[in-house]
């Protein structure tokens, strides 16, 4: 599986972004999907995260109700709409996605060890 992220950018603080990550090479509807953000010096640390069935929600507490993540099974894409942008959101952003057998379709991946593939990443920054 191949995971292409995009939609990174330069933003004034306020501002808004929409990135997406879009999948290659095999059943999309069969991976949990989840975003996940790096700064240089730490560790990388989830986001949000979406479950097979598209009914999980899961967010870090220092973007709920600023982000909103989302999942096209038909376009094997995950979007993550990042509003009310802060300068603490600026990081390299990237998609990963995680091999869920059907019984656990609420599943959230939250664990970056636990992740079978990665997107490149796509930079954010934001100015204040």
């Known amino acids: 599986v191949q995971l292409q992220a995009s939609g990174g950018g330069l933003v004034q603080a306020g501002g808004s972004l929409r990135l997406s990550c879009t999948a290659s090479g095999g059943t999309f509807s069969r991976y949990a999907m989840s975003w996940f953000r790096q700064t240089p010096g730490k560790e990388r640390e989830f986001v949000s995260g979406?479950?097979?069935?598209?009914?999980?929600?899961v967010y870090t507490d220092s973007v709920k109700g600023r982000f909103t993540i989302s999942r096209d099974n038909a376009k094997s894409s995950v979007y993550l709409q990042i509003n009310s942008l802060k300068p603490d959101d600026t990081a390299v952003y990237y998609c990963?996605?995680?091999?869920?057998?059907?019984?656990?379709?609420?599943?959230?991946?939250?664990?970056?060890?636990?992740?079978?593939?990665w997107g490149k990443g796509t930079l954010v920054t934001v100015s204040s």
């Open positions: 979406v479950s097979i069935s598209g009914q999980n929600l």
């Open positions: 990963a996605a995680d091999a869920v057998d059907v019984y656990y379709s609420d599943y959230v991946a939250q664990d970056p060890a636990g992740m079978d593939y």
